[in-house]
């Protein structure tokens, strides 16, 4: 059973990078944006093949996070605390991308790299919480307390990822509104590429999620054994 396991991740691990390689290319390839100003800024347009689907990737693993530390909380099962665990830190690697991505793009288009735009400044917001959920799970020592603590905090944190969202739609904002119409606000030979980079960056998120809650289930078996020896020592 394991090694049936690990076959289809490493399949699905080798489609996953696949996808979102053809994704790019084809974003790659895609027609400019049109009417937007500079031939240098319908170019920096092509950057939301990465950054739109890198932005939803985020919002979706900390929407896992928020659902799992839900689900420990009734449970009590550790696996659960693990899948917020993964979510976090998961959601937060593609958040860092999604602000590195978006600068590169206000460059030639808002002629800064970063502005207290409405969605920036709830985004630098989630950032910051996420990155306290570590430093309060590294302050907890006792494995069930960090666990408790870090869901409700998980819980708790979640709100500003919805508000980050509607953020564009619920201030004034000078961030484009890209979700809207029945055509996603792009051009028809824009399409193809777009929906490829959300289908390949959610796969390869899949499978990262699949990979880093292995690593995470056998850490906790080496710490669980590491101090079943320590009592039997003591």
Do not use: C
């Amino acid at each position: 059973m394991q090694r049936t396991s690990s076959k289809w991740l490493v399949m699905s691990t080798i489609i996953a990078y696949a996808a979102v390689i053809i994704a790019l290319f084809m974003g790659f390839k895609a027609p400019a944006a049109v009417n937007v100003g500079t031939v240098q800024l319908q170019w920096a347009q092509r950057i939301i093949y990465f950054h739109v689907p890198v932005a939803w990737v985020f919002m979706l693993s900390f929407t896992v996070s928020f659902v799992a530390s839900i689900v420990f909380l009734i449970t009590k099962k550790r696996i659960w605390d693990l899948v917020a665990l993964a979510g976090v830190e998961l959601g937060l690697t593609f958040a860092t991308a999604a602000v590195i991505s978006g600068s590169i793009w206000a460059r030639p288009a808002w002629n800064t790299w970063w502005t207290w735009d409405p969605r920036l400044t709830t985004m630098a917001i989630t950032w910051l919480l996420y990155v306290a959920y570590f430093m309060l799970r590294g302050a907890v020592e006792e494995p069930e307390r960090q666990a408790r603590f870090a869901a409700v905090y998980s819980i708790f944190s979640y709100i500003s990822v919805p508000i980050t969202f509607f953020s564009i739609r619920l201030a004034r904002t000078i961030h484009p509104l890209l979700v809207k119409g029945n055509d996603f606000g792009l051009a028809k030979g824009m399409r193809p590429a777009f929906f490829a980079g959300l289908i390949a960056f959610t796969l390869l998120y899949i499978v990262l999620l699949w990979h880093r809650l292995r690593v995470l289930q056998l850490a906790s078996r080496v710490e669980a054994l590491r101090a079943r020896i320590l009592e039997q020592e003591l």
